[in-house]
């Protein structure tokens, strides 16, 4: 590898690679000190010296001045009297420094200083992809499905790539290569094999991320999201409420004409979104919650374990635990509260007995 070859081998990794040139620099230093003691086969200490204006590249070899009963390594090593010789200036503790650079590090200086260049090269990418991706973690970005294997989908997020597992797609939604998909980090986190980067579309999380990115009234402070209960594919209920007393939460997340709510659903493939009206009420938040239900009489019978009784009427007592009972499900993790739903008949009924 001569001036020219490093500089532009240098000068690729820094423009293109955009990795720090300072690692680079530390990198290749080290290599081409471990290529000189592989190719003579000394255990000494190697300076490398690096211009990366000119791609100049010299080697010196470092020997310490010790007492003659502290000689441990005569690759790095001088005794006084050895030292003298060269010099009657030296002394105890002094370094000498002699250039050895080589005019040709030869091919096994040169195979070692590749590979551990490489390897520097690739942990320097990998903390880069880290320090892009370590502060994405429950956030949602657009990819590109890149490839698929029997269990899992590879996105391309740019600098990196996320696995989306087949079992975290939304329920009957299908995906096909090269299109953009959006996509919750669900974890980032370092291994040895580099960065790994775990995605979602059924986690509550992108939701609740959809909803921040689609109504702006969220960032500015106007709304807040109180909570979010998720069955993928079936139903989500999204509790928000307002700050301001003339701005309508639920109105300001359907939007003008339910655009707003209309482009998180086709996000969601078709998932039904029901947009409840918190209250710190707990009686009134957990009759909202049970929305499409009306007319709902509801109680807190035990505020320690959190338990509410809903009396609800024939024609909304359906309504209120939902198909495969998804309502009173949702409605029970989005408010914290183990409901139970009856009629006043059943009620009746279990007095008498």
Do not use: W
């Amino acid at each position: 590898m001569n001036n020219e070859e490093f500089k532009h081998a240098f000068d690729y990794l820094v423009n293109e690679k955009e990795i720090d040139p300072e690692v680079i620099k530390e990198a290749m230093s080290n290599a081409f000190a471990a290529g000189y003691k592989k190719n003579t086969g000394e255990d000494a200490d190697i300076r490398c010296e690096i211009n990366t204006d000119n791609g100049m590249i010299r080697l010196y070899k470092r020997m310490t001045v010790v007492n003659e009963d502290e000689l441990e390594n005569t690759d790095a090593q001088y005794t006084v009297e050895e030292a003298k010789d060269i010099n009657p200036d030296y002394k105890l503790g002094d370094v000498i420094e002699t250039e050895v650079t080589p005019d040709d590090f030869g091919r096994v200086a040169i195979s070692v200083a590749k590979q551990v260049v490489l390897q520097k090269i690739r942990e320097a990418e990998r903390n880069q992809v880290m320090d892009e991706f370590r502060d994405k973690q429950d956030e949602i970005m657009v990819g590109f499905l890149a490839m698929e294997d029997a269990k899992n989908y590879y996105v391309d997020l740019g600098k990196a790539r996320g696995l989306l597992p087949k079992n975290e797609l939304i329920p009957g939604e299908t995906l096909k290569m090269g299109e953009s998909v959006k996509v919750y980090i669900t974890k980032v986190e370092e291994t040895t094999k580099g960065p790994s980067i775990r995605l979602s579309r059924k986690h509550y999380g992108f939701v609740k991320r959809l909803f921040e990115s689609e109504v702006p009234e969220f960032a500015e402070g106007i709304l807040v999201m109180h909570g979010v209960a998720r069955e993928a594919g079936v139903r989500s209920k999204v509790a928000v409420s307002s700050f301001v007393t003339n701005v309508d939460a639920i109105g300001s997340c359907i939007g003008e004409k339910g655009r707003r709510i209309a482009n998180i659903i086709a996000a969601l493939n078709g998932e039904k979104v029901d947009l409840v009206l918190y209250d710190e009420n707990p009686e009134v938040y957990i009759a909202n919650a049970l929305s499409p239900a009306k007319n709902l009489s509801v109680s807190i019978t035990d505020e320690k374990n959190k338990e509410a009784l809903v009396i609800a009427d024939d024609e909304n007592l359906s309504l209120a635990i939902g198909k495969k009972g998804i309502n009173i499900k949702l409605a029970s993790k989005l408010t914290k509260y183990n409901i139970k739903v009856k009629t006043l008949k059943e009620i009746n009924e279990q007095i008498n007995e």
